[in-house]
Structures are given as structure tokens and as C-alpha cells.
């Protein structure tokens, strides 16, 4: 409800909810739907992003995620630290971020989005 509801408005909503409705009041309407399309938007470049990168990019990046270091990474998967410092290079490349800690953000906020639409 905005401020200048009338008492009648207000009472009417308070019925409503009370009841296990909700109200939206029109106005705010296409504020509304123009978040939830950028959260759409937002989530569909994600998801392109994370489908940009091989499963082996993947399997290091949930280690990242869960801040290994380069070291652990390679000794989990059993590969040289060189290996895992060169994978590291094209996942920030192919995420467009900067650093280790950007791409470990992103993909636990992937990972968990993911996770969740199951």
C-alpha cells in the first residue's frame, strides 16, 4: 500500500491479507515486473556463462567455490598446480571477472540457484 491509500483502501487490505491474500497497489505494478525481468535477465546471462565453461572448468571451479587453494584443487583432482593455475586463468577469462575471489562468488551463487531449481 502506498501513503496515500484511502481508509477504506487500507481496511480493504488489511481484510485480504488477513485472509492469506496479498495487494499490490497498481502503481507499483511495472516496478514490479521490470525486477523480475532483470532478475530473469540476469540469471539467463549467468547460466550462459556457467554453460560457456567445459566440466572439468566446472569440477575446479566448485572447489574454488569452496576455497581451495590451486594446491588442494590439483591434489583433489590429480593434476599439477600448473594445470589447475592454467584452468583457473580461462574460468576468470570465460566468467568475465578478475579475480579467484569474484569467480568463487559467482559460482557459489550459481551453484546454489542451481541447487535449488531442482
Same mark, same amino acid.
Given at each position: 500500500m502506498l501513503k496515500d491509500a484511502t481508509p477504506q483502501q487500507v481496511a480493504e487490505a488489511i481484510r485480504i491479507v488477513a485472509s492469506g491474500g496479498g495487494i499490490l497497489s497498481p502503481s507499483l505494478v511495472p516496478k514490479v515486473l521490470a525486477e523480475f525481468q532483470r532478475f530473469a535477465e540476469t540469471k539467463a546471462e549467468l547460466r550462459k556463462l556457467f554453460s560457456d565453461? #567445459?566440466?572439468?572448468?566446472?569440477?575446479?571451479?566448485?572447489? =574454488?567455490? +569452496?576455497? /581451495?587453494?590451486?594446491?588442494?584443487?590439483? +591434489? #583433489? =583432482?590429480?593434476?599439477?598446480? /600448473? #594445470?589447475?593455475r592454467n584452468y583457473v586463468s580461462n574460468i576468470l577469462r /570465460?566468467?568475465?571477472?578478475?579475480s579467484r575471489t569474484e569467480a568463487a562468488l559467482l559460482a557459489a551463487k550459481h551453484f546454489r540457484e542451481t541447487n535449488q531449481s531442482r
Amino acid at each position: 500500500m502506498l501513503k496515500d491509500a484511502t481508509p477504506q483502501q487500507v481496511a480493504e487490505a488489511i481484510r485480504i491479507v488477513a485472509s492469506g491474500g496479498g495487494i499490490l497497489s497498481p502503481s507499483l505494478v511495472p516496478k514490479v515486473l521490470a525486477e523480475f525481468q532483470r532478475f530473469a535477465e540476469t540469471k539467463a546471462e549467468l547460466r550462459k556463462l556457467f554453460s560457456d565453461l #567445459t566440466p572439468r572448468e566446472r569440477d575446479i571451479l566448485r572447489l =574454488l567455490a +569452496q576455497g /581451495k587453494s590451486n594446491k588442494e584443487i590439483a +591434489q #583433489t =583432482l590429480f593434476l599439477s598446480e /600448473k #594445470t589447475v593455475r592454467n584452468y583457473v586463468s580461462n574460468i576468470l577469462r /570465460k566468467l568475465e571477472v578478475n579475480s579467484r575471489t569474484e569467480a568463487a562468488l559467482l559460482a557459489a551463487k550459481h551453484f546454489r540457484e542451481t541447487n535449488q531449481s531442482r
